[in-house]
């Protein structure tokens, strides 16, 4: 049934392209969202560059199509327009009258109640906003074409029941034909578990080319003095230890290692093996709770502490005991690295344009990327180049992404068939045992 969808100006600002994504529906964009968007158009941010895309993509439609106050026909069968409310929203009780929003809203009531033929739906990412349209009456919903299941809720380590052969096959032969692979997807944990002895198990990975589980390759005594904790780490490294897979997300809640594990995988392949020309770290600058301002200095002074953490992490690295030997008594080798080159670390402010070869890339903290920033980031991978996005999408700072929408999210979904790669959700907190309390009880 054909429908009017009435968009907020939030919509557009996520996904410009949001009005070709409605099908053979009918659309209205009020003219309040675009005074709203406007304001952006100047900004050099994301919500700048979608704000200048919208213009154009709707200025391209009048121009070719007609009137935007009279509508346009789109190529899936459904149209658009520009519609003003007929009257100035009245002062509700608790409602300010002058507010863009209610003036927003008032264009999706004078919709309903002037094309009874078919459903109105308010179509908005603020949540506040759709609140308020129930209140008036108004069906409303949120924009989730690019929203993604929660990855958190799925298992990363799939444990099957097999005869107890298969396992001491697996063990003597380093793999095993895949149990039901039509339930398994490319490059995920398999854990085998025999069906007669609950504690007679084998961990590998699924080798979708091959159709077998096979080994993992995780080295007995750790990369960069790290040992795997739990299972899923030992499958973690794994991934990030083999070359053919080019795309690696590691999710999980804080003190499950997702960053530590990247970065050691990231050393040995880089400066152990020499595979990698250069081990390049980096991390949106996202303020959590109030931003102190602007920070004096030089760009090296102004951008320290945002990327404090990375450097944590590396000299945990290098002062642990099978690194402390190579980096000195201070275990402070990685600034040698950094001052040579092939470690770099620095935000993503700039990586638009740049092409990546041969480098081994960690981003940091990418649940407060958009979908189209990581797109635009794995985009800029040449080849040889092997990405890793670590982070959790219930810790977002970034306002105008959630755990369903954020780009982190979207591509471990959109990722998980595709054998070039793999994905991890990290459950155990590692860190210490205050750390993981804390994790799951506030």
């Known amino acids: 049934m054909r429908k009017n969808y009435v968009l907020d100006a939030n919509v557009l600002l996520h996904d410009p392209h949001a009005i070709f994504k409605f ?22 941010s994301e919500r700048g560059r979608n704000a200048r895309t919208i213009a154009r993509l709707l200025d391209g439609l009048r121009s070719s199509a007609g009137a935007l106050s009279v509508g346009v026909p789109l190529e899936r069968g459904g149209s658009l327009r520009i519609a003003i409310p007929e009257r100035r929203p009245n002062a509700l009780v608790g409602l300010d009258s002058k507010s863009q929003d209610l003036a927003i809203l008032q264009v999706a009531i004078d919709v309903r109640d002037k094309d009874k033929s078919k459903p109105t739906i308010f179509v908005t990412m603020d949540t506040n906003l759709r609140i308020r349209a129930d209140a008036l009456g108004v069906t409303s919903e949120t924009y989730e074409s690019q929203n993604a299941p929660d990855p958190e809720n799925e298992l990363s380590v799939l444990e099957v029941e097999v005869p107890g052969t298969d396992v001491d096959q697996f063990f003597q032969n380093g793999f095993v034909a895949a149990p039901h692979p039509s339930a398994l997807y490319p490059n995920v944990g398999v854990l085998l578990r025999d069906e007669a002895s609950a504690t007679h198990t084998a961990l590998g990975r699924y080798d979708a080319s091959k159709g077998q589980v096979v080994s993992l390759r995780t080295p007995r005594d750790g990369v960069m003095g790290v040992r795997p904790r739990n299972k899923e780490q030992a499958y973690a490294l794994d991934l990030l230890l083999d070359d053919t897979i080019r795309l690696v997300t590691l999710i999980g809640k804080a003190g499950t290692g997702k960053t530590l594990l990247a970065l050691a995988a990231g050393l040995k392949r880089t400066v152990e093996d020499g595979v990698y020309s250069r081990l390049l770290v980096s991390r949106p600058v996202m303020p959590l709770g109030r931003d102190l301002g602007f920070l004096p200095g030089d760009v090296d002074e102004k951008l320290n502490p945002w990327m404090q953490p990375i450097f944590d992490n590396l000299e945990f690295l290098f002062s642990s005991g099978a690194t402390r030997g190579k980096s000195g008594a201070d275990g402070r080798g990685f600034v040698q690295l950094l001052e040579s080159g092939i470690v770099q670390v620095e935000p993503l402010t700039y990586i638009r344009g740049r092409s990546l070869p041969h480098q081994y890339l960690i981003v940091d903290e990418a649940q407060n990327l958009t979908p189209h920033e990581v797109k635009t980031i794995i985009t800029r991978a040449g080849e040889g180049t092997k990405l890793i996005l670590t982070g959790d ?50």
């Open 23 to 44: 099908e053979d529906n009918d659309l209205i964009i009020p003219i309040y969202a675009i005074e709203e968007i406007d304001q952006f158009k100047r900004e050099g």
């Open 393 to 442: 999408p219930h810790q977002i700072d970034n306002p105008y992404v959630d755990h369903a929408s954020n780009g982190l999210s979207v591509v471990a979904d959109r990722f998980k068939q595709e054998q070039i790669a793999g994905h991890v959700v990290l459950a155990k907190g590692e860190r210490s045992e205050l750390a993981e309390l804390a994790a799951n009880l506030l």
